[in-house]
Every structure is written in C-alpha cells, then in structure tokens.
C-alpha cells in the first residue's frame, strides 16, 4: 500500500499543475485518500500522541471554514463553490497525506528498532518531486530544438505564454520546482552530516539544484531567484554555524563552489532586469498609497514616476502597494472574507469601490484575507511546530521534512499562491511532514542505548538543519 500510495505522489506532484490532467489527479487523490483511510485506522493510537497537535490545527482549520460559511461570508453562493471544489480536494488531500505519512512514520520507526530493511521508498518520492522540473525541460527542448531535430512535438509538449489551453504560468515553476531545490540542499547537507560522501547521489542533488536555476532563468522568475539564493544562504549558514572550527576541505570546497556558482547566475539575472536597481526608488513611490492611487486600477490609469524620472517598475510598485493595502484590509476584517482565491478584490471592492483589483502577490496575506486571523494562526501554528519538530531531530528523514516547509514558507511570502492546486499542496505538505514527524525520534529518547563512542560524536554534532 505504500508503495502504490508512493507512485500516486509521484504522478500527482508531476501533473498538480499540469492543464488537462483534471482526472488522473483526481484518480491520484482518491487512491492515494482511500488507503490513507485503511492506514490512520491502522495507525489511530499514533493519533493520541502530542506529536499530533499539527494535525489537529489543520482539522480544526476546516471546522474554522464551515463556521466562516454559516455565520461570517458575506457572499455564500462563492464560498460553497469553493467547498465543494478546493476545500473538497484538500480535505480528500489530508486524509492522503496523513495516512501516508503515518505508514512511513511506521517504517522510520522499524528502522529504528533494527526491524528489516530501508525500502527505497524515497527514492520514487525523489523523482515524484524532480517530475515538474523535467517536464519542463522535456517542454523546452521541444519548443526551441526539435524543429532543428526534424521532430514535430505535440501541443501539450510545448511551452506556451498567454491565455492558451497549455499554457502554465511563472508560478507554476516556483511553486512546484523550488521544493526540489530545496529537498535537494537537505540531501547534500545529510551527507555532509553522515560522512557518506556518494558522489552520484551529490551529482543528482547538484544538478536537481541547476536545472531548478535554469528554469528561473530561461522562464526570468525573479523571486524564484531570489529564494533559490535565499535558501543557498542558509544552508551555508548552517554548515559554517554547526561545524565552525572543525569544517573540512570538502565542506569549504562545496560552499564555495554553491556560493560561486550562484553568485555569477545571481549577477546575470541582476542584469537582466532593471527593476532591481529601481526597487528603493519605486518602494518610496508605493509607499505613498493615498497620494498614488494607481495601484488600484491594473494598469488602466497608468502608473507614476520615480525619484529617478522614470516611470515606477510595475511589479515593484504594485506588489509593495497591495502589500500595504491588503494589511490595511486585513485589520479591519481579522475574521476574513472567507474565499481562499481572490478575497483581496473582494475586500478592495467594498473598500474602493472603482478598483479593479483581484490577488494580493502575496500568498500569505492573500490566505489571511480569506481566512482571516484565526485560519492563519492555525495554518501557520501547525507549519511552525512540525519545522521546529524536524529541526530538532538526528532523523536522516528531518533533512526532507525541514527544507520542504523552509521551502514553502519562503515561496508564500511573495508568490501568488492562494489558489487551488498550490492551496491543495500547501495542507498536504504541512501534514505529510507533520505525521512523518511522529517517526522521527528525539535525541533526548534513543530507542537502542548508545556507545560511548556514540555518546561523545552526538556531543559534538548538535540536532542537524
């Protein structure tokens, strides 16, 4: 069951954003929640440990809808379409993930008592996560080589830009690209942590962390970029912090070539667009909400010019201007409007009622003007507990759960994701990792008693990021 639950991730991750494959995620869902159900029944006492508080969070979060929809959604008619859509999806989603992260939680723990062998569970799960990103790839080798190639590809095997029924926007790729970068960087650092240098599985992770960049370049994602070196920063950080004096040649050598490597990709992209030098100068425009007012209409009234003379950067200034907008709206409507997609144009319209507004940029604040305060008190109570659970475990499978939440968390921020699928994989992940946690053991509590020689390596090698 788990590995059928492990080929159902594979293909689901691979296709979640994917146009015209409605069904196979849907097959995917529905397989993967039916024997999540068989799993938690098998697993229920799992469900009665502390660990379990994140999962609890998630629950009541869907209580917290369903008393939004009674009693606070101004606009019931679009709440229940999104019931019986997203929040039907997602809930289908949590029973999928919580059962399959019970039943590899059981695994870890066998691991643990010495009882059989690691199956290569993670292995698919890796390639379930590289799908999205060869896919593209595969797309765009089609696109711009194989009429040179003499091959003529299909419509759904090619790129395409604008409103056409294949096309997949930027968010698309940091959405569900950045993940593997990140998982990646966690597979390097574990490496590094164990002292089992396998060059063909660093060869994989380094080119996992290539490819991701490649499509940041060639698809011009600037916040893509942006957490990518983010990330990169931070696992760096965390080598130099938890090794300090004792880091080897190879660790030296490793970050250099990271930092390197990024740095060089990070000036080139700098290059290419302009609107990080005009960043400050149109952050000092878009400040000033009250006084430009073009935020409010999409561009149908033009935008104003900066200090420099130049007329604002349109994604600068939008995004900082909504930015203040939406944490205006957000304190004068702490309940939320209730809907997970769109609830900022909403909200503006009752605001400003000639605006022409629609999402925030921001995923986060979009999902607290849906959900209010308390849907994101829940949402990012459960997140922060089961990182801070990975965090402060010696488990080797910490390293994936811990950068796929740091991952997540970062692309929020400034990504336009609080919408359907991304939604749908943002509950997933969050209690995936959060019924894995319940295998991983705590350092205070080892199963098998350790040696001496044990004793004194744990003393010397803190609970790893």
Not at 105 to 129: C, K, M, N, T
Not at 131 to 155: D, H, M, N, R
Not at 195 to 207: A, F, K, S
Request: hydrophobic content about 50%; proline content about 5%; charged content about 15%.
């Amino acid at each position: 069951m788990i590995w059928l639950q492990c080929f159902a991730f594979a293909i689901l991750y691979g296709i979640w954003a994917v146009p015209e494959t409605i069904l196979i995620r849907h097959v995917c869902l529905i397989l993967g929640g039916l024997i999540g159900i068989y799993e938690i029944y098998v697993y229920r006492d799992s469900l009665l440990k502390r660990a379990a508080l994140p999962i609890y969070l998630i629950a009541i979060l869907f209580i917290w809808t369903i008393i939004q929809f009674l009693f606070i959604m101004p606009n019931p008619a679009l709440q229940w379409e999104e019931l019986m859509g997203t929040w039907k999806r997602t809930s289908i989603g949590f029973i999928f993930a919580l059962g399959f992260g019970l039943a590899l939680a059981s695994q870890v723990q066998d691991e643990h008592h010495g009882r059989g062998r690691r199956a290569p569970y993670w292995g698919l799960i890796y390639i379930g996560f590289m799908l999205p990103t060869l896919i593209y790839l595969l797309k765009w080798v089609l696109t711009f080589k194989a009429q040179q190639w003499g091959i003529v590809a299909p419509e759904y095997l090619k790129l395409h830009y604008g409103s056409l029924p294949f096309y997949m926007p930027k968010t698309v790729y940091v959405a569900f690209c950045l993940p593997l970068f990140a998982i990646s960087l966690g597979q390097i650092s574990l490496q590094i942590h164990e002292q089992q240098w396998r060059p063909w599985t660093l060869i994989l992770n380094l080119g996992a962390c290539a490819a991701v960049l490649f499509i940041c370049y060639a698809e011009n994602i600037k916040n893509g970029v942006a957490y990518a070196l983010m990330l990169t920063i931070i696992f760096c950080a965390a080598l130099l912090l938890r090794y300090r004096s004792r880091i080897r040649a190879r660790e030296v050598i490793l970050i250099f070539v990271l930092i390197a490597s990024l740095s060089f990709f990070a000036l080139d992209h700098l290059k290419k667009n302009d609107s990080w030098s005009t960043l400050f100068a149109d952050m000092r425009v878009a400040v000033q909400v009250d006084r430009y007012e073009h935020w409010k209409f999409n561009g149908e009234r033009g935008y104003p010019n900066n200090e420099l003379g130049k007329m604002v950067s349109v994604t600068n200034y939008e995004r900082i201007a909504w930015g203040i907008a939406g944490t205006e709206l957000l304190l004068k409507n702490p309940l939320g409007y209730g809907l997970i997609e769109r609830s900022f144009g909403h909200l503006a319209k009752e605001q400003w009622p000639e605006s022409k507004l629609h999402q925030n940029h921001s995923g986060w604040l979009d999902l607290a003007l849906g959900l209010g305060l308390p849907g994101m008190a829940l949402i990012l109570g459960a997140l922060a507990i089961a990182l801070w659970r990975c965090i402060h475990s010696p488990s080797p499978i910490a390293y994936f759960g811990c950068w796929l939440l740091l991952s997540l968390l970062l692309l929020w921020c400034t990504t336009e994701v609080s919408q359907r699928v991304y939604f749908d994989w943002l509950i997933f992940a969050i209690v995936w990792v959060s019924a894995l946690s319940m295998g991983l053991m705590s350092p205070n509590t080892p199963v098998i008693p350790p040696t001496p020689d044990k004793i004194e390596q744990d003393k010397e090698s803190p609970a790893p990021i």
